[in-house]
């Protein structure tokens, strides 16, 4: 399980390649111990994944961006009324900093708690695989979800929330069509893997919101905690 966490691997390309062409090779290869020495991990690569995406986050969350003027004009509206004192900007940039600590560690922590609860891989599968086949799964979707912030700066603010639907869509169905087709050689019947693929994909964008909101929350009250503290 060590060397599911830790450590890098050239193979990643691959792997993320057949997770979305041919998810079932890389699926049969996690019920080995050794992936068969031809796939990364799918925990580490879902980490690297996870720090690329906060990468892109923190990036696009400049002093123009949506994200950080909307959070600006919330925290001015708490000044105003007596609720926080200080600057809205340093309040911003307060909060943004905390919540950059506290986003990968939850986000990981929720899924990595969740992957221990899902039983949708087979009556065989450990629960090591089990968390490997998890994670795996996760991988086409958060590899949209990269894609999504690469995009986000194009789209129009009046155009944001209808892109975010569609994101949401499509993400969704990356990770119902993934569990899916990597169960192809576990059950032969598709009805079987409709099921599980929809039932996991539910799972994971519930996992998904909750683990956004906890990181959310987490940064905000660390925050406050902070700027409670410095006054």
């Not at 169960?183 to 009805?191: D, E, G, I, R």
Request: hydrophobic share 55%; charged share 10%.
């Amino acid at each position: 399980m060590a060397e599911d966490i830790f450590g890098l691997s050239l193979r990643g390309l691959k792997t993320m390649r057949d997770l979305v062409v041919r998810p079932s090779l890389v699926f049969d290869a996690a019920r080995c111990p050794d992936w068969l020495d031809r796939y990364t991990p799918s925990i580490r690569l879902f980490s690297s994944l996870v720090a690329l995406m906060l990468l892109l986050r923190i990036f696009w969350a400049g002093d123009d961006s949506v994200m950080y003027q909307s959070m600006v004009g919330q925290l001015e509206q708490l000044v105003a009324n007596g609720t926080l004192t200080g600057d809205p900007a340093q309040l911003a940039e307060s909060y943004f900093g905390t919540w950059a600590l506290a986003f990968p560690v939850v986000y990981l922590l929720v899924h990595f708690l969740v992957s221990m609860t899902v039983k949708i891989w087979g009556p065989d599968a450990s629960r090591v695989t089990r968390i490997r086949l998890y994670f795996a799964a996760l991988v086409p979707g958060i590899m949209l979800a990269n894609l999504t912030l690469l995009a986000t700066p194009l789209i129009a603010p009046a155009y944001l929330a209808a892109f975010t639907i569609v994101y949401l869509v499509l993400c969704v169905l990356a990770y119902g069509t993934t569990a899916y087709l990597g169960l192809k050689a576990s059950f032969a019947s598709p009805y079987s893997r409709l099921w599980r693929g929809a039932l996991f994909a539910l799972i994971a964008i519930l996992a998904d919101t909750a683990s956004s909101l906890l990181s959310n929350v987490v940064g905000g009250a660390i925050a406050a905690f902070l700027h409670m503290s410095a006054i």
